[in-house]
């Protein structure tokens, strides 16, 4: 039972252009969303979060939209650059801490 | 220079062997919390804890025990009863508090092998 799932493995942008990595969840209970990026062998790091009251929330090349509706947020890098090649985790939050991760998308930007 | 540590960053295991992975964090976080990734998956949760001397089980805790007996640390182990180890494993850890919407931070992971 995936509560939170990122449908594309995998997506290759050119450098330059928009980035827009998506997720879905079903647990309408959940509040609080994050956006991790990870490098192979390393921890992830916390890129960006959007609380259930908002819709949007933007941090310099990074934004994130929510639309509680459909159940689905999204991760806007723009513009992409080479440094951004990494696999991208959405997590929800569900209470007691406890997050539930989406499979990744590992994204590849082209020179 | 705050963060979390884990080690070691690999680990090898022979059969029928326990092992145990640590974790500390210096960031004065109440909450911390062991995941489990492998290949072409996303986080599972093994383990966490709100509170010293306090923690529960996640989704995946059948192999696996924890302490915490200090605030900075909560060491996980690797039981022979854990049949699949092999992985790489992540601790995080978090402020803490019930209710509060919150963000984990990672540690650089330590990778699981068995002989």
């Known amino acids: 039972d995936q509560q939170v799932k990122q449908n594309s493995p995998s997506l290759s942008v050119q450098e330059g252009r928009i980035s827009i990595l998506n997720c879905d969840y079903t647990n309408s209970m959940f509040d609080y969303f994050l956006w991790y990026k990870k490098y192979p062998a390393e921890g992830p790091t916390f890129l960006i979060s959007?609380?259930?009251?908002?819709d949007k929330n933007e941090d310099g090349r990074f934004t994130v939209f929510l639309n509680k509706s459909a159940k689905h947020l999204s991760l806007h890098i723009v513009p992409s650059q080479p440094g951004d090649s990494a696999v991208y985790f959405c997590?929800?939050?569900?209470?007691?801490?406890?997050?539930?991760f989406g499979q990744g998308t590992r994204l590849t930007i082209n020179p | 220079d705050g963060g979390i540590t884990q080690s070691p960053k690999y680990l090898f295991r022979k059969e029928g062997q326990n092992v145990t992975l640590s974790c500390e964090q210096n960031l004065n976080h109440d909450a911390m919390y062991w995941y489990r990734q492998d290949p072409g998956q996303g986080l599972r949760l093994i383990y966490y804890s709100q509170i010293v001397n306090d923690f529960q089980k996640g989704d995946i805790a059948e192999g696996y025990s924890v302490s915490r007996e200090k605030k900075e640390s909560f060491p996980l182990t690797v039981t022979s009863a854990q049949k699949n180890p092999t992985a790489f494993y992540l601790c995080a850890s978090s402020m803490g508090g019930a209710g509060r919407q919150e963000t984990q931070y990672f540690g650089p992971g330590t990778r699981l092998l068995v002989l």
């Open positions: 959007i609380s259930s009251i908002k």
């Open positions: 997590a929800a939050h569900q209470g007691a801490q406890k997050l539930v």
